[in-house]
C-alpha cells in the first residue's frame, strides 16, 4: 500500500490529527484523531478541506449533509460505559466519508466528483 501525506492548515484545527494520508491503493484519503479529545464533526472538515486543498472557510457546513450534535454525540465518551463502537458513513462535498469510533476518517471521492 502506498502512503503520501499532506499537511496542511486545516488539520492544525484538531490538536491530536498530524496529518491526512492518501492511500494511492484505495483511493482514499485516511487520517487519525483521538476522539476521546477532539469532536469527530470538526476532524471530518479537516480531512475535507485538506482533500479538496481548500481551506476550512470555503467548505459549507457539515450540518448541511449530516446532524453534527447527533454526530459528536454518536461518539462520545459516555459516563458509564466508555467509548463508544460503530462506524458511520455519509457523502459529503464530493466524498464518501466514514468515521469510526476508533478515531479514524476516511474520504474516498466520489463518481461524480
Do not use: W
Not at 494520508?21 to 464533526?41: I, L
Not at 471530518?44 to 454525540?73: F, G, M, R
Not at 466508555?82 to 479514524?104: A, C, D, I
Amino acid at each position: 500500500m502506498e502512503f503520501s501525506t499532506k499537511t496542511v492548515d486545516s488539520v492544525e484545527v484538531v490538536p491530536t490529527m498530524e496529518s491526512v494520508e492518501f492511500v494511492d491503493d484505495d483511493g482514499v484519503y485516511r487520517a487519525e484523531y483521538d476522539s476521546s479529545q477532539d469532536q469527530p464533526s470538526l476532524a471530518i472538515v479537516a480531512v475535507i478541506a485538506a482533500a479538496d486543498q481548500s481551506a476550512l472557510s470555503e467548505l459549507p457546513p457539515l450540518y448541511s449533509a449530516i446532524d453534527t450534535d447527533a454526530l459528536n454525540e454518536l461518539f462520545s465518551t459516555t459516563a458509564t460505559e466508555g467509548q463508544r463502537k460503530g462506524r458511520l458513513s455519509f457523502p459529503y462535498e464530493g466524498f464518501e466519508v466514514t468515521v469510526s469510533s476508533e478515531g479514524v476518517i476516511e474520504a474516498k471521492p466520489t463518481e461524480n466528483a
